[in-house]
C-alpha cells in the first residue's frame, strides 16, 4: 500500500514537471514569434502611433515612418524585442527600438501586388507601411514569407530580412520610360554587373545615334549640293536622300533594340 501511494505521488510530481515545461516551451515559442533576431539600437522617432514593423527613414536629423515609395533614406524598421538591443537608459514614448539588420516582422500592404517569398520590400505611400519591390529602386529587404490578402489595401506583419539598399529588379518589361531613366540613374548605386548593363545599353544607344545622324547629314548635304548642280538627276537624287534617311533610321532602330537585349536578357 505505501509502494502503490508513493508511485501516484511520484507520477503526480513528473506531471506536473511535464505540464510546468510544456507552459514554459509554449510561453518561449510565443516570445520568439515577436522578437526580431539580430541587433536593434534605442532612438528618437517624430511621428503619430508608430508600431512595430513600420518602415523608418532618416531626413534631416530625424528618424520617422516613411511615405514615400522606393525612399532613399530609409534605414530599418522597429522592433519591439530584439535578440540583441542597445538601448538607451533615458526613456520616452518617442524612444523605440530601430533594427537596421537581421530578421524581423514588417508592416506591408499589397497595393502593388501580392508578396511572394523572397520578393524585395520597399516603403510606399501609405504611412510607415511596405510594399512590394517591383522595379529597381531602394529597398528595405527581402521577404521570407507570402502575402497576399483578400484586399490588397490590409495591412500586416511579414518576417521578412532586413537590409537597406539599392536592388536590381529585372521586370523591364513593366517600366515606362519615366521608371526606366529612374533606373538608369541609380545605376552607380547597383553592384558591378548591373551597372555595367545599363552604361554599355547608354553607350550603345548614344553611338548608333550619332552614326545615323552624321550619316543621315553629310548624304543630304551631298545631295542637296547635286541637285543643285545637276537640276535634271533630281529624281535619282530624292529616292537617294530617302534611302539615305531610311538607312539612317535603322541603324538607330538597331541600336535602341540591342540596348534593349542588353537590359532585359
Known amino acids: 500500500m505505501v509502494y502503490t501511494q508513493s508511485m501516484r505521488v511520484g507520477v503526480g510530481f513528473y506531471l506536473v514537471l511535464i505540464l510546468i515545461f510544456m507552459v514554459l516551451i509554449t510561453s518561449t515559442a510565443s516570445v520568439h514569434a515577436e522578437m526580431a533576431y539580430g541587433t536593434s539600437r534605442s532612438v528618437e522617432m517624430v511621428g503619430q502611433d508608430i508600431t512595430p514593423g513600420m518602415i523608418i527613414a532618416y531626413k534631416d536629423d530625424t528618424f520617422l515612418p516613411s511615405k514615400e515609395p522606393f525612399d532613399t533614406d530609409i534605414v530599418g524598421v522597429v522592433v519591439e524585442k530584439s535578440s540583441l538591443s542597445l538601448i538607451n537608459l533615458v526613456t520616452s514614448p518617442e524612444i523605440k527600438l530601430l533594427m537596421e539588420s537581421g530578421d524581423a516582422q514588417v508592416l506591408v500592404s499589397a497595393t502593388n501586388g501580392p508578396i511572394k517569398k523572397g520578393d524585395y520590400l520597399t516603403s510606399s505611400k501609405i504611412y510607415g507601411v511596405g510594399q512590394k519591390a517591383d522595379v ?3 529597398t ?20 521578412a530580412f532586413i537590409q537597406p539598399k539599392t536592388a536590381y529588379i529585372n521586370n523591364s518589361m513593366r517600366m515606362n520610360l519615366l521608371e526606366s531613366l529612374r533606373t538608369g540613374a541609380l545605376s552607380p548605386l547597383l553592384n558591378p554587373v548591373e551597372s555595367l548593363r545599363y552604361i554599355l545599353a547608354a553607350l550603345i544607344t548614344g553611338a548608333t545615334f550619332v552614326i545615323g545622324f552624321s550619316t543621315f547629314g553629310r548624304s543630304s548635304g551631298r545631295s542637296i549640293e547635286a541637285l543643285g548642280r545637276n537640276p535634271l538627276a533630281s529624281h535619282t537624287i530624292k529616292v537617294a536622300m530617302v534611302f539615305n534617311f531610311i538607312l539612317a533610321f535603322g541603324i538607330m532602330l538597331v541600336g535602341l533594340a540591342l540596348a534593349y537585349l542588353i537590359l532585359v536578357l
Open 140 to 159: 528595405i529587404g527581402k521577404a521570407l514569407e507570402d502575402y497576399n490578402p483578400t484586399n490588397p489595401g490590409a495591412k500586416g506583419l511579414i518576417w
Open 136 to 138: 529597381s529602386g531602394f
